[in-house]
């Protein structure tokens, strides 16, 4: 895998000039758009961001816009947007042809350990584009993936035609009027001695119910763990942290500064507060806090 590049800092960045290929409804409010934009593509990871440029909403914080799938051949990008109204609404009105500009690729993504060979890649409906390119990382690097997601019903699923038929695909409805009834975590331990490792990304609730299992994955499976050996711990948000993980969570955050500065995307780390847009967004579950500070 390459490596990534390093985040850019500045708002004085020009960005790529994006032209939209394609624009697809894939569940009501929710639309997959496709880019020509071959300097992202040819640098972004899964798991990173874009800051949207153009068009701009109001306010001084810059949009940021993950980015749910890539083609370095073909120079393409996907993004999966909602059309309600929000920071990034307005990419959803563009029709084919027209252009936006993104800075990018942004932050720290998700790492895939060499040696895994079982992927599992776990969202509700609202943050799957945070983890999507993760399936097909997985597949053209002939892993197994396996792909659970939860909704409220099924009007809210993602089309399986849109996903490789190389992935499994298995969905969780509350309501039950799709795939398993109940939450997703519910599916957790059907799949967690089959992964190598885990990718996921959700409300807090969510992450924070993944954190627990993985926290409990080795006892149920009978895995035992020595002390923690002495010396430098891994760097929040370090690669090496992150590949030794068997969960990784992308954090979300709806807009940035660009620089790092702003503490508008803090989240709560064992060790302190960590920015999502420099340290993140993926982190590697451990390096969270899950629980209120006494």
């Known amino acids: 895998m390459a490596r990534p590049r390093t985040p850019r800092t500045t708002t004085t960045d020009p960005g790529e000039e994006a032209r939209l290929l394609e624009t697809r409804e894939v569940t009501p409010g929710r639309h997959l758009l496709t880019w020509a934009a071959p300097m992202v593509a040819r640098g972004v990871q899964p798991g990173q ?5 153009a068009p701009r909403t109001q306010g001084l914080l810059l949009p940021v816009v993950p980015v749910s799938g890539f083609d ?12 309600r109204p929000g920071s990034v609404a307005g990419l959803a009105a563009l029709r084919e042809g027209d252009a936006a500009r993104f800075v990018g690729p942004l932050g720290r993504g998700f790492v895939i350990d060499p040696r895994s060979r079982y992927l599992l890649v776990i969202a509700d409906v609202q943050s799957f584009g945070r983890v999507r390119a ?20 099924v009007a809210e699923v993602y089309p399986s035609s849109l996903l490789p038929d190389e992935a499994e695909y ?13 939450e997703v975590t519910e599916l957790v331990t059907e799949y967690e001695a089959w992964a190598d490792q885990c990718f996921a990304a959700g409300s807090s609730s969510l992450v924070a119910r993944l954190a627990a299992l993985a926290k409990g994955r080795d006892a149920r499976m009978g895995v035992a763990r020595l002390g923690r050996r002495r010396g430098r711990r ?9 590949r030794k993980a068997w969960l990784q969570v992308a954090l979300s955050h709806a807009a940035g500064c660009a620089l790092g500065v702003c503490a508008g995307c803090t989240a ?14 993926a982190f590697a579950a451990s390096e969270l806090r899950w629980e209120p500070r006494s």
Do not use: K, M, N, Y
């Not at 961001?49 to 440029?53: A, D, E, G, P, T």
């Not at 370095?72 to 059309?83: E, K």
């Not at 993760?134 to 792909?147: H, K, L």
């Not at 298995?170 to 109940?182: I, K, N, P």
């Open 170 to 182: 298995v969905v969780a409805t509350v309501d039950g009027s799709l795939g398993h009834r109940g």
């Open 268 to 281: 709560d780390g064992a060790d302190g507060p960590v920015r999502i847009c420099r340290e993140g967004p």
């Open 234 to 242: 891994p760097e929040p948000g370090g690669a090496d942290a992150r």
């Open 49 to 53: 961001f874009l800051h949207l440029l």
């Open 72 to 83: 370095r051949v073909a120079g393409t990008i996907t993004t999966l947007v909602a059309s």
């Open 134 to 153: 993760v399936v097909d990382e997985a597949v053209a690097s002939g892993r197994q993936v396996t792909v659970l997601l939860g909704a409220r019903s």
